[in-house]
């Protein structure tokens, strides 16, 4: 379904803009992507709407067949946000262990306490860290849309298929131009 409003609480999430997987080989349009989760956050914030910056720490615990990419912990720097997102002090910074947002943080509690019903995600990378963001979003109540030019994959395939087959099951999806232009007509 194509993006068609915004709650008037509505908070972005940008999931995984951090330094050590921005510099990963194999990221396609990442300055693209970069350029439109600059542009959604300057927006919200200029609307006073909270913007949360997510960095990943760390992998959920247990035996996989395909083992993490990072192992024995992280070079310095890794986990820095991009300075391209302008951090600001009013932004909620969320620090992950699993591939989404939710499972192993209080970004929920604390999105509730601000009133919050819906969230924009962009971010890396579409078939993990923003797809499993958008699926805990979606089963905590919360009104989704994915700002589909804000997010990329070092899987060509997983990006599309989580595009065409899975946000539109979570939520709406939408250019970041398309929300931003729908930030000042936010329902009541």
Same mark, same amino acid.
């Given at each position: 379904?194509?993006? +068609?409003?915004?709650?008037?609480? +509505?908070?972005? !999430?940008?999931?995984?803009?951090?330094?050590? !997987?921005?510099?990963?080989?194999?990221?396609?349009?990442?300055?693209?992507?970069?350029?439109?989760?600059?542009?959604?956050?300057?927006?919200?914030?200029?609307?006073?709407?909270p913007?949360?910056l997510?960095?990943?720490?760390? +992998?959920?615990?247990?035996?996989t067949?395909?083992?993490?990419?990072?192992?024995?912990?992280?070079?310095?720097?890794?986990?820095?946000?991009?300075?391209?997102?302008?951090?600001q002090?009013?932004?909620?910074?969320?620090?992950?262990?699993?591939?989404?947002?939710?499972?192993?943080?209080?970004?929920?509690?604390?999105?509730?306490?601000?009133?919050?019903?819906?969230?924009?995600?962009?971010?890396?990378?579409?078939?993990?860290?923003?797809?499993?963001?958008?699926?805990?979003?979606?089963?905590?109540?919360?009104?989704?849309?994915?700002?589909?030019?804000?997010?990329?994959?070092t899987?060509?395939?997983?990006?599309?298929?989580?595009?065409?087959?899975?946000?539109?099951?979570?939520?709406?999806?939408?250019?970041?131009?398309?929300?931003?232009?729908?930030?000042?007509?936010?329902?009541?």
């Open positions: 379904m194509a993006l +068609t409003t915004l709650d008037p609480n +509505t908070a972005l !999430i940008v999931v995984d803009l951090q330094k050590g !997987i921005v510099g990963l080989p194999g990221l396609p349009a990442i300055g693209d992507v970069i350029e439109n989760a600059r542009a959604l956050a300057g927006a919200f914030r200029a609307r006073g709407l913007v949360v997510v960095n990943v720490a760390g +992998t959920a615990p247990g035996r067949e395909q083992p993490p990419r990072q192992t024995g912990g992280f070079p310095e720097g890794w986990t820095d946000l991009i300075p391209e997102l302008d951090r002090p009013d932004d909620i910074m969320v620090t992950k262990r699993s591939w989404g947002a939710f499972a192993t943080t209080d970004l929920e509690a604390r999105l509730k306490v601000l009133g919050v019903t819906q969230v924009v995600i962009a971010g890396v990378a579409t078939g993990t860290g923003v797809e499993a963001t958008a699926r805990q979003a979606y089963e905590q109540g919360f009104n989704v849309a994915l700002a589909t030019d804000a997010m990329t994959d899987r060509p395939e997983a990006h599309a298929y989580s595009i065409s087959n899975v946000f539109p099951r979570l939520g709406e999806t939408g250019t970041s131009q398309d929300i931003i232009d729908l930030l000042p007509a936010r329902s009541a």
